[in-house]
């Protein structure tokens, strides 16, 4: 009797002992696959970052309620993101608050950082300089972390600096 309950004890510690090794194998080969999957759009300049969370230079910070993003391709952005902070110059259309644009013309710089994140600048350029083109942002600095999270400065001309924090997604086709 005590070796069938020592057999049996030995029996579950095994089987215990296996489905954790199982689990933290399973865990790594998906950060290792969430990590391949966040570095591929990266690369590929084709992500949706998603912002929830607002860092104006003046002001309290605040949780986003509503969906608000910056789209990348290779040959557009769209940016849809609230601005909370010192405007130098009214709008060009008072109805279009926050930082709104679709742009074509822009560079993307990516640069791997030490840590397995990346750095990313995005300068939009207007047609033949026109300010009105591109609504004043002069330069938009992803930090990309290898989970997905990223942080985005907003650099503008006619406003004071902001930021967001949030997450990348990868884009719909």
Do not use: C
Not at 138 to 154: C, E, H, N, P
């Amino acid at each position: 009797m005590k070796s069938l309950k020592k057999i049996s004890i030995l029996l579950v510690l095994a089987f215990i002992s296996l489905n954790v090794a199982y689990a933290q194998t399973t865990r790594k080969d998906k950060k290792a696959a969430h990590v391949a999957e966040i570095k591929s759009m990266v690369e590929a300049q084709n992500y949706i970052f998603n912002a929830n969370y607002v860092i104006p230079s003046r002001g309290a910070s605040m949780s986003l309620t509503s969906n608000y993003d910056l789209v990348v391709s290779k040959d557009t952005i769209i940016a849809f993101l609230p601005y909370f902070g010192r405007s130098y110059a009214a709008p060009y259309n008072p109805t279009e608050g926050g930082i709104k644009f679709t742009n074509t013309h822009f560079t993307y710089n990516s640069k791997a950082g030490k840590k397995g994140g990346w750095t990313v600048t995005i300068k939009p350029i207007g047609k033949d300089k026109n300010v009105s083109d591109w609504r004043d942002v002069q330069s938009m600095m992803l930090s990309i972390s290898s989970d997905g999270y990223a942080s985005l400065q907003v650099i503008s001309s006619n406003r004071t600096p902001i930021s967001f924090n949030g997450t990348i997604e990868a884009r719909k086709k």
